[in-house]
């Protein structure tokens, strides 16, 4: 009789296990059961077994290197909200992720590998130059959130492969802002976020980040908008000149959005918010919040 569930003892067991059978690796679940048309059997492929792997240590770790967060792939989002060495920024991302019933048990490795344009880590993930780090029982793997997640629902994890976890860098930024836009705060699905980060020295701008959720096929972010923004503004100080610079910018973004209507929102109300939702943030960042 063929195994419908394995529970492997460690990572090692795991990975050879994921080798031998392609069994589905399942943390949370949260995420996997909702997308499984046989979910009383929690069995999301009836030819592939469901591998447990939540209870593995090694992948529950929080870990800091130089210069690097390392955050395990089944570490729950409740872990992580409470986790001292989470920076602040993402621990707000986690507490607007639904309810803290469901953050006991939800992982971030699932929500990266749910790859939703609406999951709630990844903006973060993107805007922060986060990789996803994947393992198989001959190779491990580094690989950019953006060049990991090939498409909404798809990924680019080999079917011999588990995600182990997430390496974050540690960048200071002066600017911080994420806004989720949903019916309501807690189990509420993200009809549309932003994460925004701008670093200043000197009161000149030089690094900046946008990353849009569910705007798009994927998490949506720009390097070439940002650039733009950041090579425009040296030497233009006048309030008039920069509103012009931001105002072409914006245009820019508002033609690489792709939203769609669904049950939660509207393609042209996805679009307009998160575009005045950037130009909020880069107004503040810009000082041109308010009238002299």
């Not at 690097?68 to 089944?74: E, N, R, S, T």
């Not at 790859?115 to 190779?139: E, K």
């Not at 980040?209 to 733009?228: I, M, N, T, Y």
Request: net charge positive.
């Amino acid at each position: 009789m063929k195994d419908t569930a394995l529970r492997p003892r460690d990572l090692k067991e795991a990975l050879i296990l994921r080798r031998e059978t392609g069994g589905i690796p399942y943390a949370g679940g949260t995420d996997l059961m909702v997308r499984s048309a046989r979910w009383g059997t929690v069995n999301a492929d009836a030819d592939r077994p469901v591998m447990f792997i939540g209870h593995l240590e090694e992948l529950r770790q929080v870990a800091t290197e130089p210069g690097f967060l390392v955050i395990g792939a089944c570490a729950t989002l409740s872990s992580l909200r409470d986790h001292p060495d989470v920076p602040v920024l993402l621990t707000r991302i986690i507490g607007s992720m639904a309810s803290p019933a469901v953050r006991n048990m939800a992982t971030m490795g699932g929500n990266v590998c749910n790859a939703s344009p609406a999951g709630d880590t990844i903006p973060y993930l993107l805007a922060m130059n986060g990789t996803v780090l994947c393992a198989s029982t001959d190779d491990r793997k580094e690989i950019p959130v953006n060049e990991f997640i090939s498409g909404p629902g798809t990924t680019i994890l080999a079917p011999d492969e588990i995600v182990t976890g997430f390496r974050i860098p540690r960048y200071q930024f002066d600017h911080e802002f994420h806004k989720k836009v949903a019916a309501r705060r807690a189990n509420a699905l993200t009809k549309a976020s932003i994460v925004a980060l701008a670093r200043k020295i000197d009161d000149r701008l030089v690094d900046l980040r946008l990353a849009f959720g569910a705007v798009g096929p994927k998490v949506l972010r720009s390097p070439d908008c940002e650039q733009a923004l950041v090579d425009s503004l040296p030497g233009t100080n006048g309030r008039h000149e920069r509103e012009e610079i931001l105002a072409a910018v914006l245009k820019r973004y508002a033609r690489i959005l792709s939203p769609i209507d669904d049950q939660r929102s509207t393609a042209d109300y996805r679009g307009t918010v998160v575009i005045r939702l950037a130009r909020h943030f880069l107004k503040e960042v810009l000082g041109l919040s308010y009238q002299p």
